[in-house]
């Protein structure tokens, strides 16, 4: 039987947190499948790094959330968006884990150009995915947003990638502090709840 993408997708992302280097001839005799028909089933190399970045980016985000909301009542910053909050925790999360730090640093071109790309198989899902954190927000809270809360999403993950990865873009160390500073004062300012 011909391994479904969805285990693909999930040995590669289990090769990526071994801190291993993907290899699509190891991976598909993995699998026991050709490299062709893993080719077929899923793409290139550069499409299952996206979709195994993704799936673990979507986990981490996931367990973020229910990290948040399984807080007790009152713990936490007070008055803060539990959209902020989870997304700090998710990029603190992002910021510190060693799989990813050893993808930048054995391959930076590959890996920026997968996880910012902006037609690519993680940016888009990535402020899909803040797009509804923010929704949950704005119809908790009965707030107006200023801009439509997609673009209000991209200009975050943006943001959040300039900050996170600024060690490769512009040889900087990355400051999550500063990047949390400045998507908090973009978010609430946008969505009109400035003090």
């Given at each position: 039987m011909i391994a479904p993408p969805d285990e693909v997708v999930r040995r590669a992302a289990h090769t990526l947190l071994r801190e291993e280097r993907l290899d699509t001839t190891v991976?598909?005799?993995?699998?026991?499948?050709?490299?062709?028909?893993?080719?077929?089933?899923?793409?290139?190399?550069?499409?299952?790094?996206?979709e195994?970045?993704?799936?673990?980016?979507?986990?981490?985000?996931?367990?973020?959330?229910?990290?948040?909301?399984?807080?007790?009542?009152?713990?936490?910053?007070?008055?803060?968006?539990?959209?902020?909050?989870?997304?700090?925790?998710?990029?603190?999360?992002?910021?510190?884990a060693p799989s990813l730090r050893h993808l930048i640093d054995e391959e930076p071109a590959t890996a920026l150009r997968i996880l910012t790309d902006p037609r690519g198989r993680v940016q888009p899902r990535m402020i899909e995915a803040y797009t509804a954190l923010f929704e949950r927000d704005v119809e908790t809270l009965g707030l107006t947003p200023e801009v439509p809360l997609p673009l209000l999403?991209?200009?975050?993950?943006?943001?959040?990638?300039?900050?996170?990865?600024?060690?490769?873009?512009?040889?900087?160390?990355?400051?999550?502090k500063a990047a949390a500073t400045v998507c908090d004062a973009l978010v609430t300012g946008v969505l009109g709840l400035r003090a």
């Open positions: 991976l598909a005799a993995a699998l026991g499948i050709s490299r062709v028909t893993l080719f077929r089933r899923v793409g290139n190399r550069d499409a299952i790094l996206g195994a970045l993704w799936w673990l980016a979507e986990r981490t985000l996931r367990q973020a959330a229910q990290v948040h909301d399984s807080r007790p009542e009152g713990e936490g910053e007070p008055g803060r968006l539990r959209s902020l909050a989870v997304i700090e925790d998710f990029r603190s999360v992002l910021g510190t999403a991209y200009a975050v993950v943006r943001l959040g990638e300039s900050f996170l990865y600024s060690d490769v873009m512009v040889s900087r160390e990355p400051d999550l």
